[in-house]
């Protein structure tokens, strides 16, 4: 397998209520922090509509990428669920009941039943309806789902989870550890900053394209505050967050450059824990 730095992580977070703010996403801040627990970091992520259309696009252009993918959402069995479906549309291939899927079901279903022999008889209609959570693309492998026991599936270096984060937070660190434990802490990575107070972008920019290209491999990045009273002092009043990032052991070089080069552009330079 290809070194971490070769490799990009991706997320997608789809349902229409994060777009329509019914719900708020909680699945990105988690991506990270399982991420950088490991060594690793996120390289881009997209929020995408129980659209089925929208979703197979969305899927054919990652499968195409060679990125590690996490998706979350969209793989029930309700009418805007649309994940299973669109991944098999993606990859052209058919959606079956996975076996092991079919098993972990059936003792869900029985164990919810609590003995009753009723709602434990699998031909009942809605039991055969949970049957279709277990539907995977062929090639799927399942994902073990500790919270309820149906599982979510992986393909082609997809990850597919439930939209719930106390389903999908174990079900991603679990992904991570049991399939990309090699690509873990291959990066020494760094990220360091200083704050710019009334500080111009389009003049420290010039400086900004000079750091990255004296020091290879290392990003340079800005993000503007129109001010933050609650945090008070220097983050009060307007100002910018000037950094670098990349391997720790060029950063530190990195950032004294684009120290020194702010403070001789007229900036005042404050350091922050």
Same mark, same amino acid.
């Given at each position: 397998?290809?070194?971490?730095?070769?490799?990009?992580?991706?997320?997608?977070?789809?349902?229409?209520?994060?777009?329509?703010?019914?719900?708020?996403?909680?699945h990105?801040?988690?991506?990270i922090?399982?991420l950088?627990?490991?060594?690793?970091?996120?390289?881009?992520?997209?929020y995408?509509?129980?659209d089925p259309?929208?979703?197979?696009?969305?899927?054919?252009e990652? @499968?195409?990428? &060679?990125?590690? /993918?996490?998706s979350?959402?969209?793989?029930?069995?309700?009418? !805007?669920? #649309?994940? *299973?479906?669109?991944?098999?549309?993606?990859?052209?291939?058919?959606?079956?009941l996975?076996?092991?899927?079919?098993?972990?079901?059936?003792?869900?279903?029985?164990?919810?039943?609590?003995?009753?022999?009723?709602?434990?008889?699998?031909?009942?209609?809605?039991?055969?309806?949970?049957?279709?959570m277990?539907?995977f693309?062929?090639?799927?492998?399942?994902?073990?789902?500790?919270?309820?026991?149906?599982?979510?599936?992986?393909?082609?270096?997809?990850? @597919?989870?439930? &939209?719930?984060? /106390?389903?999908?937070?174990?079900?991603?660190?679990?992904?991570? !550890?049991? #399939?990309? *434990?090699?690509?873990?802490h291959q990066t020494?990575?760094?990220?360091?900053?200083f704050?710019?107070?009334?500080?111009i972008?389009?003049?420290?920019?010039?400086?900004?394209?000079?750091?990255?290209?004296?020091?290879?491999g290392?990003?340079v990045?800005?993000?503007?505050?129109?001010?933050?009273?609650?945090?008070?002092?220097?983050?009060?009043?307007?100002?910018?967050?000037?950094?670098?990032?990349?391997?720790?052991?060029?950063?530190?070089?990195?950032?004294?450059?684009?120290?020194?080069?702010?403070?001789?552009?007229?900036?005042?330079?404050?350091?922050?824990?």
């Amino acid at each position: 397998m290809a070194r971490e730095e070769q490799r990009r992580f991706g997320l997608i977070v789809i349902g229409d209520e994060i777009l329509s703010g019914r719900r708020s996403d909680k699945h990105l801040s988690k991506m990270i922090e399982l991420l950088s627990e490991r060594g690793l970091h996120l390289s881009w992520a997209r929020y995408v509509a129980d659209d089925p259309n929208q979703i197979t696009q969305t899927l054919k252009e990652t @499968f195409a990428s &060679g990125d590690v /993918v996490f998706s979350t959402g969209g793989i029930g069995a309700t009418p !805007d669920d #649309h994940t *299973r479906q669109a991944t098999a549309r993606a990859l052209g291939v058919d959606l079956n009941l996975h076996p092991q899927a079919k098993a972990l079901i059936t003792a869900r279903i029985i164990a919810s039943a609590e003995g009753d022999p009723i709602k434990a008889d699998l031909n009942r209609p809605e039991n055969q309806h949970r049957f279709k959570m277990g539907e995977f693309p062929v090639g799927s492998e399942i994902i073990p789902n500790p919270y309820n026991q149906i599982p979510g599936f992986r393909i082609h270096e997809h990850h @597919f989870f439930p &939209g719930f984060p /106390v389903m999908a937070a174990p079900m991603m660190a679990w992904c991570l !550890d049991e #399939h990309y *434990r090699e690509l873990f802490h291959q990066t020494n990575w760094l990220e360091q900053s200083f704050i710019v107070p009334s500080g111009i972008e389009s003049t420290l920019t010039p400086l900004m394209e000079s750091v990255e290209s004296e020091f290879e491999g290392i990003k340079v990045f800005s993000l503007p505050s129109v001010g933050d009273p609650i945090r008070g002092g220097v983050f009060a009043k307007r100002h910018i967050e000037l950094g670098v990032k990349g391997d720790a052991d060029i950063v530190p070089m990195a950032l004294e450059k684009l120290k020194l080069g702010t403070a001789d552009l007229g900036f005042e330079v404050f350091i922050h824990q």
